[in-house]
């Protein structure tokens, strides 16, 4: 994923709960590096809020989603 993708936020189970607190997309602004783990990013919510998140928590929307 890259700055500009648009996502939504996706948990495994035992997190799912934690999905309702999220909007439905976000735009990725920012890519943070990590040398000894994952990548993170930054991303900027339809309602304003901006969160970090890990790159396992993200799913990439289709444009024609």
């Keep these: 994923m890259q700055v500009g993708d648009l996502v939504k936020f996706v948990a495994p189970a035992v997190f799912k709960s934690a999905e309702r607190d999220y909007p439905s997309t976000g735009i990725i602004i920012k890519v943070k ?15 304003g809020k901006q969160t970090t998140e890990h790159f396992s ?8 989603e």
């Design 33 to 47: 590096q990590n040398p000894t783990s994952h990548e993170s990013y930054v991303v900027h919510w339809s309602t």
């Design 57 to 64: 928590y993200l799913k990439e929307l289709s444009k024609n």
